[in-house]
C-alpha cells in the first residue's frame, strides 16, 4: 500500500505545471500534442524570418552612408525586391493556415466512445 501510494504521488506531479514554467505541459491528448507541434513550427519559421530581416536591415544600415551611397538602389528600388516584398509574406500565412486548420477541423470530430463527458455551461 505504501508502495503505491508512493507511486501515486511521485507520477501525479510529472504532468502539473510548475512554477515559472516556460515551455508547454505534457501533452495527454493526440490533440494538444498537434497544438505544441504546430506551435514549435510556427515558432521556428518566425525566428527563421526575424533573422533574415534583422540581417536585411543591419547590412541596409551598415552600407547606407549619406554621402557615398545615399539611397541603396538594390533594396530601395527594383522589380525584383519589389515582387519578393509581396509574394513572400502572401505566402507564408498560407504556410502557416494549412495544417492550422486541419488541426482545427480535427478537434471537431466527435469521439463516440468517450471516457468521460463533460457539460460546462458559464454565465457573463
Known sequence: MIVLEWL????AACDAAEPWQL????????MMQGIIDLH???LFFLILILV???RILVHALWHFHYQKNPILQ???HGTTIE???IIFPSIIPMF????SFAL???MDEVVVDAAITIKAIGHQ
Open 74 to 76: 538594390g533594396i530601395v
Open 104 to 106: 482545427l477541423y480535427s
Open 83 to 85: 515582387i519578393l516584398r
Open 23 to 30: 515551455g508547454f505541459q505534457d501533452a495527454a491528448t493526440l
Open 96 to 99: 502557416i493556415a494549412i495544417p
Open 8 to 11: 501515486f504521488l511521485t507520477m
Open 52 to 54: 533574415f530581416v534583422l
Open 40 to 42: 514549435h513550427d510556427i
